[in-house]
């Protein structure tokens, strides 16, 4: 069974500009949670997207968006990329109900913002 | 509002030096408590799910425990490969947002 598949894992961008993050979660999994995890803050939950539609939403500002697709594909994107938006995003894939709600993660997409 | 905290930041064990890492956590209704394991540069690794106070779960020489306040994560003899850092994360009932603590970082020495 293939894992979660992060595309792509580098990315260097200059500010200002902004970013698409891909993100494909396992087969028969219609969660699909978003992470930025930095040396000094950790893992901070960005938001989680079940059957398309966003059901949480962590601290972020509205430059970070985010969508599911019918096939439960997500991407995220960062609009106007600042400094402090370096970090590596992490995706996560989850059954998503039930007691079933274990999460897998994927490798991550190092983004570096320049 | 939803919080993890975990200690120590860092540990530095002798191969065979039993030990347990600590997951303290408030959360208004538990859906499930999570550990995590995460090598430098890749993507956190599934160990447990536990759901309810009084659980416990094994795998080789990891064993996860649950309180109403606390999970511990006891390591017997541990070997170098276990080296890295564990992450707790807290699932509440109020939402899907799965908050993580900043994990603590083992280090175990040959």
């Known amino acids: 069974k293939a894992g979660v598949t992060q595309t792509p894992r580098y990315l260097i961008k200059t500010r200002g500009q902004q970013v698409t993050l891909s993100c494909s979660p396992i087969?028969?999994?219609?969660?699909v949670s978003w992470y930025q995890q930095t040396p000094g803050q950790g893992l901070q939950f960005l938001f989680e997207y079940f059957s398309e539609t966003q059901r949480n939403k962590g601290n972020f500002p509205g430059r970070f968006s985010g969508r599911q697709f019918s096939n439960s594909r997500s991407e995220m994107n960062v609009s106007t990329l600042e400094l402090g938006d370096s970090a590596l995003y992490l995706c996560a894939s989850s059954f998503g109900q039930g007691t079933n709600i274990r999460a897998f993660f994927g490798q991550g997409t190092r983004l570096t913002v320049v | 509002e939803d919080q993890v905290t975990q200690s120590p930041e860092a540990l530095r064990l002798q191969e065979g030096e039993s030990s347990s890492l600590n997951c303290s956590y408030t959360?208004?209704?538990?859906?499930?408590l999570f550990w995590y394991r995460q090598d430098p540069g890749k993507g956190p690794e599934f160990l447990f799910t536990l759901y309810s106070a009084g659980e416990e779960k094994e795998k080789e020489r990891l064993k996860a425990t649950l309180t109403k306040k606390e999970s511990f994560l006891h390591i017997t003899a541990p070997k170098p490969e276990d080296s890295a850092t564990y992450l707790c994360?807290?699932?509440?009932?109020?939402?899907?947002?799965?908050?993580f603590g900043a994990g603590t970082r083992l280090f175990v020495k040959a």
């Open positions: 959360v208004s209704g538990l859906r499930g």
């Open positions: 994360a807290v699932q509440g009932t109020g939402g899907f947002k799965t908050i």
């Open positions: 087969s028969g999994h219609r969660s």
